[in-house]
């Protein structure tokens, strides 16, 4: 089983990223897929999630309007797209595949936001 991260990187304030999780070894349309952060010295937290069935996304309070998660179920892989970025979405951005009680993650990949 593999989670593979990407896009993150250095963007300014106000700014956009769009983050790629590929994933491999399992079945993929069965699992929920989210992305979760985690900020130095905090703890993780649920970014985003899309479900398995249908596909319906739901958002943290404090990314909504800003953030975009969704699916290609062709190519294995979920996307986050990330606008108005601010200072505090800096954080290592995880991938995680969820389907009972089989729990998967990605090894994260940093987002800093800066001017």
């Known amino acids: 089983v593999q989670l593979v991260e990407s896009g993150g990187g250095l963007v300014q304030p106000g700014g956009s990223l769009r983050l790629s999780c590929a994933a491999s070894g399992f079945t993929f349309s069965r699992y929920d897929m989210s992305w979760y952060r985690q900020a130095p010295g905090k703890e993780r937290e649920l970014v985003a999630r899309?479900?398995?069935?249908?596909?319906?996304?739901d958002y943290a309070d404090s990314v909504k309007g800003r953030f975009t998660m969704s699916r290609d179920l062709a190519k294995n892989t979920v996307y986050l797209q990330m606008n108005s970025l601010k200072p505090e979405d800096t954080a290592v951005y995880y991938c995680?595949?969820?389907?009972?009680?089989?729990?998967?993650w990605g090894q994260g990949t940093q987002v800093t936001v800066s001017s």
């Open positions: 899309i479900t398995s069935f249908g596909g319906s996304t």
């Open positions: 995680n595949a969820r389907y009972y009680a089989y729990n998967y």
